[in-house]
Nanobody, 124 residues
Framework: QVQLVESGGGLVQAGGSLRLSCAAS????????MGWYRQAPGKQRELVAT???????EYVDSVKGRFAISRDNAKNTVDLQMNSLKPEDTAVYYC??????????????????WGQGTQVTVSS
């Protein structure tokens, strides 16, 4: 099947920067939308940013101008550059991807895959 593996979380002071990376692996045929979500303690998971295979991006209002999402279609990776971090950005960040994968030579399947999550903590 397929797997998403994230890296790059950590602890940073307010105003600092972090870069998250996510790599998809497995019997991948193609990947449509890739994105990043986050979930803070006691809150619902929310969409942070998405990027299509063509490079179109969308962001939640709270991160516009501070975060930048990018992807490498050849490597099946998606990154999230986070600048000017605020304490309210503290959350577990999850990578997400809409993937078409090869179950067999004649059978392709679609999955909405999630990474295991990476903790981002911003101290004030």
């Amino acid at each position: 099947q397929v797997q998403l593996v994230e890296s790059g979380g950590g602890l940073v002071q307010a105003g600092g920067s972090l870069r998250l990376s996510c790599a998809a692996s497995g019997r991948i045929f193609s990947i449509n939308v890739m994105g990043w979500y986050r979930q803070a303690p006691g809150k619902q998971r929310e969409l942070v940013a998405t990027i299509t295979s063509g490079g179109s991006t969308e962001y939640v209002d709270s991160v516009k101008g501070r975060f930048a999402i990018s992807r490498d279609n050849a490597k099946n990776t998606v990154d999230l550059q986070m600048n000017s971090l605020k304490p309210e950005d503290t959350a577990v960040y999850y990578c997400n991807a809409d993937i078409i994968w090869n179950n067999t030579f004649f059978d392709r399947r679609r999955v909405n895959a999630w990474g295991q999550g990476t903790q981002v903590t911003v101290s004030s």
